[in-house]
């Protein structure tokens, strides 16, 4: 079951704020969000497991609510080099469910 | 991630050819998934593999497609009799165990079916 992922899209100007939410019908194990430039391979940011924590890279940063089932990446005075794909991945918390499903993406667009 | 090797980066075949993609993992991993990409897509699960072992082939179609990773040497995706759909990019993912830490991906192999 793939994740979800909102919004599809989001246009930011340069220092401004944006949130991508990334939601499961399944109990999650592990929340794994990556972003793609076109053209490009998938880039790992970070991995969130259960828990609720929340981790930070650069002025990216991304929270997990275990109950929820939910996770959300917070771009933070977005910079023109954000612009991309933004994919989360999970694995659920089912026994024998290993894989890691990616949900539809993300399409940030950072302009200056 | 410059550690996860996939070769080749481009190829084209012919409708009914065999098309085989490998990946080798980065050094110390032992499990690779594969994933299919379409133009303007996500990332669409194909199949999780351990050495020597399949974990998953879920989102493996039933027909055509086979995936190994043997003991020794790369993963290797083959796609028999290709048609035209089977155009996308094919990428994997290498990681150190199942207990899920992070997955790396290689830089892809473009498939076009012609």
């Known amino acids: 079951q793939q994740p979800v992922q909102s919004p599809q899209a989001v246009i930011l100007r340069e220092g401004e704020d944006a949130v991508i939410n990334c939601s499961s019908s399944k109990a999650l194990y592990s929340v794994h969000w990556y972003r793609q430039k076109h053209g490009e391979a998938p880039v790992f940011l970070m991995i969130l497991l259960k828990g609720g924590e929340q981790k930070g890279h650069d002025k990216i940063s991304a929270s997990f609510n275990e109950k929820k089932q939910q996770s959300s990446l917070y771009l933070t005075a977005s910079q023109l080099s954000y612009s991309g794909t933004y994919f989360c991945g999970t694995v659920s918390g089912e026994l024998d469910d290993y894989k890691l499903s990616f949900g539809a993406g993300t399409t940030v667009t950072v302009r200056a | 991630n410059a550690g996860v090797m996939q070769n080749p980066r481009h190829l084209v075949r012919r409708r009914g050819q065999e098309a085989r993609l490998r990946c080798s993992p980065m050094k110390g991993h032992s499990h690779v998934y594969w994933y299919r990409q379409l133009p303007e897509e996500g990332l669409k699960f194909m199949v999780y593999l351990q050495k020597e072992n399949i974990i998953d082939e879920s989102g493996m179609p039933k027909e055509r497609f086979s995936a190994e990773f043997p003991k020794e040497g790369p993963s290797i995706l083959r796609i028999q009799q290709v048609v035209r759909g089977d155009s996308a990019a094919y990428f994997c993912?290498?990681?150190?165990?199942?207990?899920?830490?992070?997955?790396?991906f290689g830089q892809g192999t473009r498939l076009t079916v012609v």
């Open positions: 993912a290498s990681s150190p165990g199942r207990e899920t830490v992070e997955a790396f």
